[in-house]
């Protein structure tokens, strides 16, 4: 007796509760960061001296208008986490897509047509792949200047590698599969065959990586900004706050834990949900 399809996604679903837990988790944060204009009480830019480095409203010394405490000149934390929120979440999407669209289509490219192009973008991926990343990403940033637009170029063309490796591995395998070299035999068009055959066959491997690279990206950024060659004040970025509240750290610990808190609760969403996403997406479950 054959099992309904709703009762086995159902307990496909339980199976990946995991998975479940990481995309609302994600889904509330980017909700958050998508209406952070309406749910902001106050601007993220405004000051206000006379109520700078107020505590948060778990201290007794807390100021009702502002529940989370304010910065050192003043603005509120509530706002600017939750316009910083939207930075950060851009930037990591961006910069995901961005490298995964150049990583993609040149292990594309490699695995495909193999030869002369495969051992030179082999050779470039090698290349990048041997500089320390944080190095090379610091060396650019400094060289370009900071800025919104520079740090997702720079983030985007030092993270495809690790997709152009992945895709290259798994485009020599199915390339090798009798349903592609049939419809190479009945006249498929290169373009075609990728389309059509061995793109859709790449997917899931590449949902999954995406959601970690996501991650990675979100922490990347909010590291640049911390050393000033990211997003630049006053506009609002986790990483940015991190670093106003690192002078304050031993008497004020919250200016830096939320900023903190923010950015720990976001990639755990993200890595959660990458790990359901893996098992929800694994062939040998899918059927169960």
Partial sequence: MSVPRSHRFL???????VGVAGF?????????????PLLSPKSPLEQDLHARLKPPFWDEGADPRYKLGTDP???DLISRLLHGGRISLSIGFLTMSFSAIVGISLGILAGYYRGFLDSFISNMVNIMMSFPYILLA?????????GYKNLIMVLGLTGWPIYTRLVRAEVIELKGRDFVTAARALGGRDSGVIWKHILPNLASSIIVLATFEMARMIIRESFLSFLGLGIQP???SWGGMLAEGRSYMLNLWWLAAIPGSAIFFTTLGINLMGDGLRDWLDPHTRNR
């Fill in 11 to 17: 307990r496909r679903l339980a199976q990946v509760r």
């Fill in 24 to 36: 609302t988790m994600l889904a509330l944060i980017l909700a958050a960061a998508l209406l952070a």
């Fill in 73 to 75: 000149v003043g603005r």
């Fill in 138 to 146: 610091i060396s650019v940033m400094a060289a370009t200047g900071p």
């Fill in 234 to 236: 006053p506009m609002a």
